[in-house]
């Protein structure tokens, strides 16, 4: 059965600073994608950034990139130049024969 | 913009009562999901519909029921609310013949006492 870990479930970063959240999948699937998606407090989930497993391009938007290793299972979130608007829950997500999202890191950025 | 609404931002409700959650997408989305959220848990997924009176099973359908009478609106139903279904409740909408990108509703706790 697939499974997403996400091994931290609290981090906190400096203002102007690069973060890294992990996230770690299972699967005998080939085809499949995974995703980020940003829950600020009290505010609607989004989509932050889209891999492809096909795809050996590690994807990028903006401050925020992956580091996607299909070997590895390892799918992990670079944000750089962290703002406080970063704060907020990550959510990573695997959708393939099924779609199974990761229990959620949350992120504080400290001023 | 893609917008995605639910009847309810909060919703008390008593045990036993029958409950229904409404979410509706203006994007014409044919996809659309039910998930509930609990801390430390994640999202799991309830039912998800691929089209208009079609459904499917989530992870844990259990206690659930979902209907989808028009293309726009994906009604979740709990027939006979227990307090076990204290949790917060996300609608989701995705495009035409993709299954990636999802539109998320601003979500619905429901308590029930």
């Known amino acids: 059965a697939q499974t997403v870990t996400q091994s931290q479930p609290e981090m906190s970063v400096q203002e102007a600073e690069t973060v890294t959240l992990s996230c770690t999948y299972d699967t005998s699937e080939s085809d499949y994608y995974l995703f980020w998606y940003k829950q600020p407090p009290s505010r609607q989930m989004i989509l932050v950034i889209r891999q492809e497993a096909y795809k050996q391009q590690n994807a990028t938007e903006n401050r925020f990139s992956v580091n996607f290793q299909k070997a590895a299972k390892s799918f992990s979130l670079k944000i750089s130049d962290s703002q406080l608007g970063d704060a907020a829950m990550y959510f990573c997500a695997y959708w393939g024969d099924k779609i199974i999202f990761g229990k959620g890191t949350r992120l504080h950025i400290l001023p | 913009d893609v917008k995605v609404t639910q009847s309810s931002r909060y919703l008390v409700k008593r045990t036993g009562e029958k409950v229904f959650l409404e979410c509706v997408q203006d994007m014409d989305h044919e996809n659309m999901f039910w998930y509930r959220q609990d801390p430390g848990l994640g999202l799991r997924l309830i039912y998800f519909s691929y089209d208009v009176k079609m459904k499917e099973k989530g992870d844990i359908p259990e206690g659930y029921s979902v209907s989808r009478e028009k293309k726009e609106r994906f009604s979740l139903i709990l027939e006979s609310a227990s307090t076990n279904q204290t949790s917060m409740y996300l609608c989701?909408?995705?495009?035409?013949?993709?299954?990636?990108?999802?539109?998320f509703g601003p979500g619905t706790r429901l308590t029930v006492t």
């Open positions: 989701a909408s995705s495009p035409t013949g993709t299954y990636y990108e999802q539109y």
